[in-house]
């Protein structure tokens, strides 16, 4: 890095005042920051003071940054002459920063400079009539349009001698040249035999449109299809109901071996006596919930639950959400007996979602034992984690639990 001095005392103005516009912005900057922590609001002041002062820092300006911040100067002079985004001498109206860097010169930078040379000057050199200064830089993250120049704030890319020449002529008559590549190139595309991304769609905004179109009809389709399946399910569940309850035939077992249901959950282990529900069973409980394979039925409501939030508005509350897919539980006013069970016992619970639920009435072990799959999905969307209810298992563990307390 090249040492960075003041500009000598014959340029530096005798006095420096702020402008009422950047006294009452440098009030709001400093604002922003914790009493005794003004301090870090140095580098945007320079930054408002050198543009005030024609894009350069004089002595007298630093020094009262250094003032209004309660700052030693040497300290605000330190941050002044290490960035160079700071210039500490004066420069033109248009000051020019050239990048001379390899990508830049492999694509002729050493052209622009020779214009620059001849109609400017030397570096640093402020042209007569105040409009040009110029400086080599290092790169400026342009190189896919190299050759580049920054002038002020902007970027002027793809330059070739006649066309820099003309960008110097237009700001000397004080017009307004075009920003960016000077080759008609958009960001940075090739230069010649494009062959990709020509689809006048792609920025006309139409192909998102007919994206979006797309996609509510598909959220539509899946959605009627969903409601078929869960209407047929019903039908063949109170089919299957009417069917149970019909008489059996006198002693239709008789001479065979009677089937027992396998007592797989915790509460009916615990239920049949084999052996009491300890953390290590409400554990395996979790771990069983969490083996299980996702099955039609599973899929078929997760797309059902896509396409009702898709339907719903982006600002939608988190109710409003879970309204739209499942019914929320019941809940209590308060904890019965004033003691709220555990329900960080449950695996997947934690302090937040312990609170989250307590601020629903949800105080006890038996309240979540007794959530249905509508219940499930309104508090799996309102604390914005579907699936995860099932996946960990909270109403298999929740059961367990409940029955461990009634028998403890």
């Given at each position: ?394 109403v298999e563990q929740a059961r367990a639990l409940a029955d461990r307390d009634k028998t403890s």
């Open positions: 890095m090249a040492v960075r001095r003041l500009a000598p005392d014959a340029v530096q103005p005798k006095s420096f005042a702020f402008t009422p516009e950047t006294e009452a912005w440098l009030v709001e900057q400093v604002r922003k920051y914790p009493e005794g922590r003004q301090a870090s609001a140095v580098i945007p002041l320079l930054w408002r003071v050198q543009k005030d002062c024609g894009n350069w820092l004089p002595q007298k300006a630093i020094e009262a940054v250094a003032e209004r911040l309660a700052m030693p100067y040497i300290r605000v002079f330190e941050v002044a002459t290490f960035y160079t985004m700071f210039n500490l001498e004066p420069v033109g109206k248009y000051f020019v920063q050239m990048c001379g860097t390899t990508p830049c010169q492999l694509r002729g930078s050493d052209t622009i400079k020779k214009v620059l040379e001849r109609r400017v000057g030397a570096q640093s050199t402020v042209t007569a009539d105040g409009l040009f200064s110029w400086l080599e830089v290092e790169c400026l993250g342009a190189c896919c349009n190299a050759p580049m120049v920054q002038i002020n704030d902007d970027y002027y890319e793809d330059l070739t001698e006649a066309n820099f020449e003309k960008l110097l002529d237009d700001l000397a008559a004080g017009r307004e040249p075009k920003l960016g590549s000077q080759e008609g190139r958009t960001s940075s595309e090739p230069t010649d035999n494009v062959r990709t991304l020509q689809d006048p769609a792609l920025y006309d905004g139409s192909r998102v449109g007919a994206w979006k179109k797309r996609f509510e009809e598909e959220a539509a389709r899946k959605a009627a299809e969903s409601e078929a399946a869960a209407k047929a399910e019903g039908e063949a569940a109170s089919a299957a109901k009417e069917a149970a309850v019909e008489p059996k035939p006198g002693k239709p077992d008789s001479g065979r071996a009677t089937e027992t249901p396998v007592a797989d959950a915790p509460a009916q282990r615990a239920a049949a006596g084999e052996r009491p529900v300890d953390p290590g069973a409400r554990v395996a409980a979790s771990e069983e919930g969490t083996r299980k394979t996702v099955d039609a039925d599973a899929v078929a409501e997760e797309e059902e639950v896509a396409a009702r939030l898709a339907g719903l508005p982006k600002d939608a509350s988190a109710e409003d959400k879970a309204n739209a897919v499942g019914e929320r539980p019941a809940g209590l006013e308060a904890p019965r007996g004033g003691a709220a069970d555990d329900l960080k016992a449950i695996i997947g619970i934690g302090p937040a979602n312990e609170k989250k639920l307590n601020e629903l009435g949800i105080f006890h072990f038996d309240q979540i034992a007794g959530w249905a799959r509508p219940q499930v999905r309104w508090v799996g969307t309102y604390l914005a984690f579907p699936g995860r209810i099932d996946r960990e298992n909270w």
